[in-house]
């Protein structure tokens, strides 16, 4: 008996997995997704590594719950510090067939084609670079290539409260970028490790040489999940496709919907989540 296929989940701490998903439709509209996005706990990236993993397995589990059996974590944070675990202790713990993929190893598989140097940047929460993924992976596809990292604690607080336009924000753009190059004037890429940081790219170039390379992962994201599927059939299987979305917040609703269209670039309208009792 053919095992039942359902929607591809999409998962973020908040809103920045919007910037993710809204080219993972545009590159394979035929699917259907269910977005979850836990807002009443976000930020994630100053969570420790034990309250992430918990968290993202709630919401894990409950995209499950709903059908999906592809889940995409398009959320840096929650891939740095909660999916391998999930791989490895919680999937195999299923009878029937579940992956959950992440948003760093397709940025990483890539970060060789971007860089003249050999000296890449990355930009992330607190919680990514504590977690030293970008390092680990990179050097993993690319022993050459150097790495350095700089927390940006206040760009999430910035776009989320529809700052990362003023002219205040300019401030803390500028501010991290000063301390990553400081690390490195040999940097040539920046790697942009957080889906809320495209919607600062305009002031990002302000403050950094034209001659840097600025790398956001939508893209990436979206057409690696495409290889995948064509690469694993087993899994594009279980993948229903009647072109259909839907959007779940585990916060207000009302704040969900009006902040959403600023990172997915149309009306979003959600429905409220409670992961009690899942």
Request: aromatic share 10%.
């Given at each position: 008996?053919?095992?039942?296929?359902?929607?591809?989940?999409?998962?973020?701490?908040?809103?920045?997995?919007?910037?993710?998903?809204?080219?993972?439709?545009?590159?394979?509209?035929?699917?259907?997704?269910?977005?979850?996005?836990?807002?009443?706990?976000?930020?994630?990236?100053?969570?420790?590594?034990?309250?992430?993993?918990?968290?993202?397995l709630e919401c894990v589990n409950h995209l499950f719950n709903k059908g999906?059996?592809?889940?995409?974590?398009?959320?840096?944070?929650?891939?740095?510090?909660?999916?391998?675990?999930?791989?490895?202790?919680?999937?195999?713990?299923?009878?029937?067939?579940?992956?959950?993929?992440?948003?760093?190893r397709p940025t990483t598989e890539r970060a060789g084609e971007f860089t003249?140097?050999?000296?890449?940047?990355?930009?992330?929460?607190?919680?990514?670079?504590?977690?030293?993924?970008?390092?680990?992976?990179?050097?993993?596809?690319?022993?050459?290539?150097?790495?350095?990292?700089?927390?940006?604690?206040?760009?999430?607080?910035?776009?989320?409260?529809?700052?990362?336009?003023?002219?205040?924000?300019?401030?803390?753009?500028?501010?991290?970028?000063?301390?990553?190059?400081?690390?490195?004037?040999?940097?040539?890429?920046?790697?942009?490790?957080?889906?809320?940081?495209?919607?600062?790219?305009?002031?990002?170039?302000?403050?950094?040489?034209?001659?840097?390379?600025?790398?956001?992962?939508?893209?990436?994201?979206?057409?690696?999940?495409?290889?995948?599927?064509?690469?694993?059939?087993?899994?594009?299987?279980?993948?229903?496709?009647?072109?259909?979305?839907?959007?779940?917040?585990?916060?207000?609703?009302?704040?969900?919907?009006?902040?959403?269209?600023?990172?997915?670039?149309?009306?979003?309208?959600?429905?409220?989540?409670?992961?009690?009792?899942?």
């Amino acid at each position: 008996m053919a095992e039942q296929a359902g929607p591809i989940g999409v998962f973020d701490s908040g809103y920045g997995g919007l910037t993710v998903f809204k080219e993972i439709i545009k590159e394979l509209p035929q699917y259907d997704y269910i977005y979850l996005g836990d807002n009443a706990r976000v930020p994630y990236g100053i969570r420790s590594f034990e309250t992430v993993y918990q968290y993202t397995l709630e919401c894990v589990n409950h995209l499950f719950n709903k059908g999906c059996r592809l889940i995409i974590l398009a959320c840096n944070t929650a891939s740095a510090k909660a999916l391998r675990t999930i791989q490895q202790k919680n999937l195999p713990e299923f009878k029937d067939v579940r992956r959950v993929l992440g948003v760093i190893r397709p940025t990483t598989e890539r970060a060789g084609e971007f860089t003249r140097t050999r000296n890449i940047g990355i930009l992330a929460t607190n919680g990514t670079v504590a977690s030293h993924s970008y390092p680990i992976e990179i050097n993993k596809f690319y022993p050459d290539i150097h790495v350095f990292q700089q927390a940006c604690p206040l760009w999430v607080p910035l776009v989320e409260s529809n700052e990362h336009e003023s002219d205040g924000a300019d401030y803390f753009v500028k501010k991290y970028l000063d301390e990553l190059m400081r690390q490195s004037p040999d940097i040539d890429t920046l790697i942009l490790g957080c889906t809320h940081y495209p919607l600062l790219i305009e002031k990002i170039r302000k403050y950094v040489s034209p001659e840097i390379r600025i790398v956001s992962q939508a893209d990436i994201v979206a057409k690696s999940l495409k290889n995948y599927l064509h690469r694993h059939p087993e899994i594009d299987a279980l993948c229903s496709k009647n072109g259909t979305t839907e959007f779940f917040t585990t916060g207000s609703v009302d704040d969900f919907n009006e902040k959403a269209s600023i990172f997915f670039g149309k009306t979003v309208t959600a429905k409220h989540q409670s992961l009690i009792n899942d």
